[in-house]
Each structure stands twice: as structure tokens, then as C-alpha cells.
């Protein structure tokens, strides 16, 4: 009989009730959201999937070296259900994952995207991509995303709330450009 009543009484990590469960993910990382946590067990796995988990996405670290990075976008996007304010993608990221993500995450007010300097930006992915980005607050970007001015343009005629410029590995021209086309910017800075 009592032998009965501890079995009764165990209790299992698959039976943590879902709110213990999301504070503990929402202190994870992206990496633990999607290569550890869920592969526990199914009641795990459905916890995981909560939109909320998905707003502040980092995948710069962790995940450079061996997962494509437009499926990587595609993952996460599909688990936000287009809550996403915050991305931080990998460095194997191109302008159409930045686009993936404006389309279907238009609350989007912060992204991070060293472009390697060898991707050519494509215009049309740039250009569709910034007239979804209507919450846009900052960014944090290589040189090359910004010398030429162009997203700059889009940024004014598209982000009215944008104050915040990050910018990598920064030329004169770039500076020259972003006082020229960002007068209004409250938030610089040079790295």
C-alpha cells in the first residue's frame, strides 16, 4: 500500500505545468528553444512552440556554422507567428531572410544582419523589405549595408520611428551618407 502511494506521489519533468515551463524557456536561449528543450518529450515540445518565446530571436550565436540560414529564418518566423520584434541573424543570413522576416513579422523594431562584404545586396529584396518595416526603431549593420545610401533613403521614406544606428567596420563615405540622409538619428554608433 505504500509502496502504492510513492508511485502515486512521483512526479515527472514531462508533468511541469506549462506556466513553470515558459518561465523556464524564457530564460533559454534560441539554441536551447530549438536544439534542446523540445526534444525532451511531447509536452516539452508544446510549450516550445508558444509565440511568446519567439519575440527576441538571436541567431547570431550558436548557429553559423551548420544550419542554412534561410531555413533557420524560416523556423523561427513559423514559430513566432509573426510576433518577432527583435532578430539577430547568423552571419550566413542574406537580404532574403531580412525580407522573409519583414513580410511575415511586421512588428519587427530591431534587427542585427552582418552581411559578409563578398553578398551583394539584391534592391528589390532591400527595397520590399523596408517598405514592411513600418515599426523599425534601430539596427545593428556592417558597412556595406549602408554606404550606398539606399537603405538609408528607404529608411526615411519608410521607418518613421528608426533613431538607432549600429554600423560595423564604418568608411568616411558611410558617415559622410548617414549625415547627409539621417539628420534626425538619436542613437549612432561606430564600431
Known amino acids: 500500500m ?29 539554441k536551447d528553444l530549438i536544439l534542446g528543450a523540445p526534444l525532451c518529450c511531447s509536452s516539452w ?9 519567439w519575440r527576441e530571436v538571436d541567431l547570431l550565436n550558436g548557429f553559423n556554422e551548420f544550419i542554412k540560414s534561410n531555413k533557420l529564418t524560416e523556423f523561427v518566423v513559423a514559430r513566432s507567428q509573426g510576433c518577432i520584434t527583435s532578430i539577430k541573424f547568423p552571419l550566413t543570413a542574406s537580404d532574403d531572410d531580412l525580407l522573409l522576416v519583414a513580410q511575415r513579422c511586421p512588428g519587427v523594431k530591431y ?8 553578398k551583394l545586396l539584391k534592391k528589390k529584396s532591400i527595397y520590399l523589405a523596408f517598405t514592411k518595416l513600418k515599426e523599425l526603431e534601430g539596427m545593428d549593420v556592417g558597412d556595406h549595408f549602408v554606404s550606398n545610401g539606399m537603405v538609408l533613403q528607404l529608411i526615411n521614406q519608410f521607418c518613421p520611428k528608426f533613431s538607432k544606428l ?23 554608433d561606430l564600431i
Open 166 to 188: 549600429k554600423v560595423y567596420d564604418i568608411s568616411w563615405d558611410t558617415v559622410y551618407h548617414i549625415a547627409t540622409f539621417m539628420p534626425k538619428i538619436n542613437v549612432f
Open 2 to 30: 505504500e509502496k502504492r502511494r510513492k508511485m502515486q506521489k512521483k512526479k515527472y519533468w514531462k508533468d511541469l505545468d506549462t506556466d513553470v515551463l515558459l518561465i523556464i524557456y524564457q530564460k533559454l536561449s534560441t
Open 45 to 53: 515540445y508544446t510549450v516550445s512552440k508558444e509565440p511568446s518565446l
Open 111 to 118: 534587427f542585427n544582419l552582418r552581411l559578409r562584404s563578398d
